[in-house]
């Protein structure tokens, strides 16, 4: 069940996973649910999977997306799904550009840009902000 499903498409969509098993050049091979694979993306809680469910496993071959299976929770038996490979199979292979209103581009500029602003009255340090015991 090999399509052109890509490693960065899944991330885009179902972000990282919860556990990986073995590796891209992990030259073991390992067989599980009727799939031969050398590297396994575990998702345990997911709450936007294309199936509708909250498990997922996908089996890669190096860079190949080999299949996928989920399950609901748990207490169910895994089982085979294409809900994921017709939602990607058409997806850009690159992630999505950046929500500009959420993370607009920085000016350029040779001055100085502090990356947070202090809440309390500035001194040498010696202390946390926030802690009065010096003051």
């Known amino acids: 069940m090999s399509q052109a499903i890509r490693r960065n498409a899944v991330v885009a969509l179902l972000g990282t996973p919860d556990l990986t098993e073995g590796s891209l050049n992990d030259p073991r ?3 599980e649910n009727g799939f031969r ?3 396994k993306w575990t998702y345990r809680h997911l709450t936007s999977d294309p199936a509708g469910v909250a498990m997922r496993i996908i089996y ?3 860079y190949d997306f080999i299949g996928t299976m ?3 929770s748990g207490d ?3 089982r ?3 809900r994921l490979v017709e939602a990607l199979t058409n997806a850009d292979s690159r992630l999505p550009p950046l929500d500009l209103s959420r993370n607009p581009p920085v000016e350029p500029s040779n001055e100085h840009r502090p990356v947070s602003r202090l809440t ?4 040498l340090g010696g202390h ?3 802690d009065d015991s010096l003051t």
């Open 80 to 82: 085979p799904d294409t």
């Open 76 to 78: 169910e038996n895994w």
């Open 120 to 123: 309390g009255p500035t001194d």
């Open 128 to 130: 946390r902000e926030g």
């Open 70 to 72: 989920v399950r609901s």
């Open 37 to 39: 694979f050398n590297e």
């Open 29 to 31: 091979l390992y067989d």
């Open 60 to 62: 890669w071959w190096r």
